[in-house]
């Protein structure tokens, strides 16, 4: 096959290798989590009553650490849940003690009895992200749906969290793909755009 690579196929490889790229950062810093927990800027996030973490798959940093932090103004902890494979993700109130069930696509979550809220926050995970504040998925297009209805109905703040050696120079962006404001990583907090 000649010709121009479509962002589609640039993505599927870039996916590939960063996903391998994040399974080494992960057994190399088996404390990052922490450590960007403690670099969270309380101080330089927007007010918010309820923030939504996610569920780590495979070598996603762990957001709970971070929660941590997060919860302690009193605010709501959320997690996505994703009722259908190919519409917006809901969020649900999570607890530490709450059992948690597998939503339409695997991903441990909140049972529905739980009960929604939006959030004003929310914690996303990645496989890069640029300065720009272009981010890269797994793929699904749940977040990017998400972050789009939630950005039309009202304020929104989207705070990436990374192991610094995610970044990358330019992710490729497509018109449907949604930005990050911040990013926090083990080395720091970096507000994007």
């Given at each position: 096959?000649?010709?121009?690579?479509?962002?589609a196929?640039?993505?599927?490889?870039?996916?590939?290798?960063?996903?391998?790229?994040?399974?080494?950062l992960?057994?190399?810093?088996?404390?990052?989590?922490?450590?960007?927990?403690?670099?969270l800027?309380?101080?330089?996030?927007?007010?918010?009553?309820?923030?939504?973490?996610?569920?780590?798959?495979?070598?996603?940093?762990?957001?709970?650490?971070?929660?941590?932090?997060?919860?302690?103004?009193?605010?709501?902890?959320?997690?996505?849940?994703?009722?259908?494979?190919?519409?917006?993700?809901?969020?649900?109130?999570?607890?530490?003690?709450?059992?948690?069930?597998?939503?339409?696509?695997?991903?441990?979550?909140?049972?529905?009895?739980?009960?929604?809220?939006t959030?004003?926050?929310?914690?996303?995970?990645?496989?890069?992200?640029?300065?720009?504040?272009?981010?890269?998925?797994?793929?699904?297009?749940?977040?990017?749906?998400?972050?789009?209805?939630?950005?039309?109905?009202?304020?929104?703040?989207?705070?990436?969290?990374?192991?610094?050696?995610?970044?990358?120079?330019?992710?490729?962006m497509?018109?449907?793909?949604?930005?990050?404001?911040?990013?926090?990583?083990?080395?720091?907090?970096i507000?994007?755009?």
């Amino acid at each position: 096959m000649t010709g121009r690579a479509t962002p589609a196929f640039d993505k599927t490889a870039l996916r590939l290798r960063m996903r391998g790229l994040r399974r080494r950062l992960a057994a190399e810093a088996p404390d990052a989590a922490a450590r960007a927990a403690e670099r969270l800027p309380l101080d330089r996030l927007p007010p918010f009553k309820a923030f939504a973490i996610y569920h780590p798959q495979g070598s996603e940093l762990d957001p709970v650490p971070m929660a941590r932090r997060l919860a302690e103004g009193g605010a709501a902890t959320l997690l996505p849940v994703a009722e259908t494979r190919d519409r917006a993700l809901v969020f649900r109130v999570w607890s530490p003690e709450l059992p948690l069930e597998p939503d339409a696509v695997g991903v441990p979550s909140p049972p529905r009895m739980s009960g929604s809220m939006t959030p004003q926050l929310i914690v996303a995970p990645l496989l890069a992200f640029d300065r720009q504040g272009g981010r890269l998925g797994q793929g699904g297009g749940h977040y990017d749906r998400t972050l789009q209805a939630l950005r039309r109905t009202g304020q929104v703040f989207i705070l990436g969290l990374a192991y610094a050696g995610q970044e990358l120079a330019e992710i490729p962006m497509e018109p449907h793909d949604e930005r990050l404001d911040a990013v926090l990583t083990e080395a720091g907090y970096i507000e994007l755009g």
